[in-house]
């Protein structure tokens, strides 16, 4: 696949401007451009006070902005994007204005070229046939505030290419979005079930069922979001609610037209009266009348196959920021419920009908089960992805059983030569799901969790066993269980995106799934218990360097470098070597000696005063007992098999999980600073 070098935005406003915010911030040469020189300096200005904001937060240094600055280019100059592999119109929702702008940018643009549309309100379709190229012509929604909202839906038409549309994610990948791959339908995903939120909300004022104030509770706890509707409509704009039900009803029909109340407030160029009380005792109606149609839509557009159950959840928590998304609230509330409230929509608006999907889950009486691993085959190769982003991909039960029948799908395929796992969105994997642990902890059930992580070792051994070449492709952060994954497998393949990092002492464990132990067997146990101890993280680079990563590529090169891996077979994977010089100095902080030093409080010696005492500072925040066990355990390891190494871990795992500091850490996570104890 070609390299993504330069990208062009068309439409300086709040869109267009964040859109090239979000480009450049992941360091890609954007080109800004619209119709005159004043649009472009707005829309400059625009990002220039966004990134002052970043900085006051201090979420970006002075010198990052000055970087990102330097990849935006400001133009009025259509010549400029001539060259750009990836333009991506940005501008208001005018049909004959795309038309007339892709037309421009089809006779200007050069043959490699992907043109894109972010309309939320029209076919893509529509643009494409407008252009010499509808099969390098796709949809890329982007979801407000674009510099900092995740969520990029990714609508090929019908004659997108292959090509063009694993081109759209590499992009989305390369600037940090959760892409999730849409039918060009009215609304795509997103918009088909927030739109409707909107306007039924006016619905329900304009009938009277409750006032405002009354709405917008409802809303917030039915959906466990920060704002409701009308506060929502009021920072987003009336027009842009007004604009996509129309679109929505012109296309769907009358359940799904704009509420007359709503257009009247566009009339009136006034924002939402948002002051009064809350009637408590209209709360359960109101936010009966909400899931059913915003889960009821949800279902029709599944049935329709515009998106799949999990990537609508993914829209919803990610693009809306809802706490669940709305396959998740069905099941929170149960089929029978949803079912119902559903069925008071049908009736009230006769031409909206049952979704198939909820009618046969009704008769199932069971709720809804997702799929977080995928499983695709490309000629020769495999490919499993962890597909749970909304969660940087933690491993759970569920996710654990998933990948371990995707593999011995995948490894029974006698055509399957390789198999590469990967992780969807930012992160590879962010280790195991905490929450998990932690009830399993209170409710005392200790076992359970001894239980998980024995049938994780199980996969991880299959996996660095199997007769096929096994590759991780690290093309983001990895922490824990994720690190330990890719550890597990014979061959990893990183981006500069990529990188390692064991934070479970931190928060009262250790690493559980074989870390430990493979990290022993590639750079010794004095470097493994330094990162181990410290929770350090290991760029892509330095594990290169470590001889942990055996290729280092752009993302467009990763498909060749499997390709490339694949034909040569399995490699020597704890091979001998050599530690480089870098990094003896962290060797010898946790040499033997050292690590009983550090163990005991006291400051390691043989090394620069200041390296040991910021070392012993970091690990003197650390868990005491999560640390001496796994001191232990990479001692105990040494000239032990694999299978026997797992044993010894897995026979410290009860010892502490029945630690008040495992418990103490882990309930601490994101919340405040443990205080371990020793207990």
């Given amino acids: 696949m070609s390299q993504i070098n330069k990208i062009a935005v068309i439409g300086a406003g709040n869109m267009g401007s964040g859109i090239a915010q979000k480009l450049a911030q992941e360091g890609l040469n954007v080109v800004l451009l619209d119709i005159s020189e004043e649009f472009v300096e707005r829309g400059i200005i625009t990002i220039r006070q966004t990134l002052k904001e970043a900085v006051e937060r201090k979420i970006l240094s002075a010198e990052q902005v000055h970087d990102i600055l330097s990849h935006i280019i400001g133009t009025c100059d259509f010549k400029m994007v001539a060259n750009a592999d990836l333009v991506i119109e940005a501008v208001f929702e005018d049909k004959q204005v795309k038309y007339d702008l892709f037309e421009k940018l089809d006779r200007i643009c050069s043959e490699k070229t992907i043109l894109a549309t972010n309309t939320s309100s029209f076919y893509v379709h529509e643009f494409a046939e407008k252009t010499s190229r509808p099969d390098r012509f796709v949809g890329l929604h982007y979801f407000y505030h674009p510099a900092k909202n995740r969520l ?48 039924e909300a006016a619905r329900m004022l304009e009938e009277g069922v ?45 359940f799904y037209a704009t509420a007359d109340i709503l257009k009247s407030q566009l009339d009136k160029n006034e924002n939402w009266d948002l002051k009064g009380d809350v009637d408590e005792a209209k709360l359960q109606a109101v936010k009966d009348r909400f899931y059913g149609v915003c889960l009821g839509v949800a279902a029709a557009l599944v049935d329709e196959g515009v998106a799949s159950i999990e990537d609508t959840d993914r829209g919803a928590k990610i693009g809306l920021r809802w706490l669940m998304g709305p396959f998740e609230i069905m099941n929170k509330i149960g089929i029978e419920k949803t079912y119902k409230a559903v069925e008071a929509i049908t009736r009230k608006y006769p031409d909206f009908k049952m979704p198939e999907i909820l009618a046969r889950q009704i008769e199932i009486g069971k709720p809804f089960t997702f799929n977080f691993v995928d499983l695709e085959t490309k000629g020769n190769i495999a490919y499993l992805t962890l597909n749970r982003p909304e969660a940087m991909n933690a491993l759970n039960e569920t996710v654990v059983a998933q990948l371990t029948r995707r593999f011995e799908e995948a490894e029974k395929n006698p055509d399957v030569k390789a198999i590469v796992l990967q992780g969807a969105g930012k992160a590879f994997g962010a280790g195991a799901d905490i929450k998990y642990f932690v009830d399993k902890i209170k409710a005392d059930q200790i076992a359970d969790i001894v239980e998980f992580t024995r049938k994780g070792h199980e996969l991880l051994l299959k996996m660095e066993n199997s007769d096929k070449l096994t590759i991780a492709l690290l093309d983001g952060l990895s922490l824990g269980g994720g690190s330990e994954l890719a550890l597990a497998c014979q061959v990893i393949v990183a981006t500069p995106a990529g990188s390692m990092g064991f934070p479970e002492t931190g928060i009262g464990i250790f690493p559980g799934l074989g870390g430990m132990l493979r990290m022993a067997r590639h750079v010794g146990p004095e470097l493994a218990k330094y990162y181990v101890f410290t929770g350090t993280s290991l760029s892509a680079e330095d594990a290169q360097t470590l001889g942990i990563v055996n290729r280092l590529v752009a993302p467009a090169e990763v498909p060749s470098a499997i390709n490339e891996l694949a034909s040569k077979g399995k490699p020597d994977k704890y091979r001998p070597r050599e530690i480089p010089e870098k990094f003896k100095l962290q060797a010898q902080v946790c040499s033997s000696e050292n690590a009983a030093r550090l163990l005991a409080g006291k400051l390691p010696e ?20 999560a640390l001496k066990l796994a001191n232990e355990i990479i001692d105990q390891q040494i000239g032990q098999s694999m299978t026997a190494a797992v044993e010894i871990e897995l026979g410290r795992a009860q010892d502490l999980f029945s630690t008040a500091d495992a418990l103490e850490g882990l309930s601490s996570l994101g919340r405040k600073k443990p205080e371990f104890k020793g207990a």
């Fill in 152 to 199: 990029l839906e990714v609508i090929p038409h019908e004659k997108t290419s292959a090509e063009t549309l694993e081109k759209s994610l590499l992009a989305a990948k390369l600037h940090g979005k959760t892409a999730i791959v849409v039918k060009d339908a009215p609304g795509f995903a997103v918009n088909r079930f927030f739109v409707p939120f909107l306007n």
């Fill in 210 to 254: 409750a006032d405002i104030p009354t709405l917008e509770e409802a809303a917030k706890q039915a959906f466990k979001i920060g704002m409701g509707p009308f506060e929502l409509m009021n920072v987003t704009g009336i027009p842009i609610a007004v604009h996509a039900s129309t679109s929505l009803g012109n296309e769907l029909g009358p």
């Fill in 606 to 625: 043989g090394v620069p005063e200041e390296i040991a005492a910021k070392t012993a500072k970091i690990i003197g925040y650390k868990a005491p007992l």
